[in-house]
């Protein structure tokens, strides 16, 4: 069964703190993507890979980076992080090239304080 | 940037009703994907449609994409209360490697 795993469900953290939300695939698949879920606004898109190594910046990228060392783990960084930046962050997968079904992850909450 | 909107934002029903959700593009889709969020969890993969004109059916779900290639609908004939939910429509990007989604329409089911 596909599975697509975060880190953490429940996370707070203070202002100023760097962050890091992890997440995995276990389905070798290719593309890996960061979205941000806030009510009223739907899914946006902060940042996407495609394969190790590279990343490609989504709608929102501002105040975050991502990380791919590994196929299988696509991590997402908050450098420093503001309140505005408390939100559901859902991690997602789909097989590649072409963009077919996504996977997505059970989501982290984080809160910044 | 290429933007998806969808309406309605949120829709109650009563037990029995149809419901539909409408998504339109600013741009011409490659395809369209449609995803169920169930309260408190995650979007789910309903369908993708890639061809002008396609229709597929799932049950009581009817999916439709635009002659055009720049909207796309979902009908539920006779809703349930296990129909409760967001649901989302989602494009690909230009380039075909990601999926820019619509804000979704939540549909609330009373007995």
């Known amino acids: 069964d596909v599975k697509v795993t975060q880190s953490s469900r429940y996370l707070v953290k203070r202002t100023g703190e760097k962050v890091f939300l992890e997440c995995v695939q276990d389905m070798d698949h290719e593309n890996m993507f960061w979205y941000r879920q806030d009510p009223g606004l739907g899914l946006r898109l902060i940042y996407f890979s495609y394969d190790v190594k590279m990343k490609e910046k989504g709608d929102i990228p501002e105040g975050y980076s991502v990380s791919r060392e590994k196929k299988e783990r696509f991590s997402l960084i908050l450098e420093s992080a503001s309140t505005n930046q408390t939100s559901m962050y859902l991690c997602?997968?789909?097989?590649?090239?072409?963009?077919?079904?996504?996977?997505f992850g059970q989501g982290t909450r984080l809160t910044v304080v | 940037g290429q933007q998806v909107m969808q309406i309605p934002q949120y829709q109650h029903v009563q037990e029995g009703e149809d419901f539909t959700t409408y998504c339109n593009s600013s741009?011409?889709?490659?395809?369209i994907q449609w995803y169920k969020q169930r309260p408190g969890g995650h979007p789910v993969f309903l369908i993708q449609l890639v061809k002008s004109g396609e229709v597929k059916k799932q049950k009581r779900l009817t999916f439709q994409f635009g002659e055009a290639k720049k909207n796309s609908s979902l009908h539920i004939t006779a809703t349930q209360t296990t129909d409760v939910g967001t649901y989302f429509c989602a494009g690909t990007n230009q380039a075909g490697t990601a999926l820019i989604f619509g804000k979704g329409t939540t549909l609330s089911v009373s007995s």
């Open positions: 741009t011409t889709l490659s395809n």
């Open positions: 997602a997968s789909s097989l590649g090239p072409i963009m077919t079904e996504a996977f």
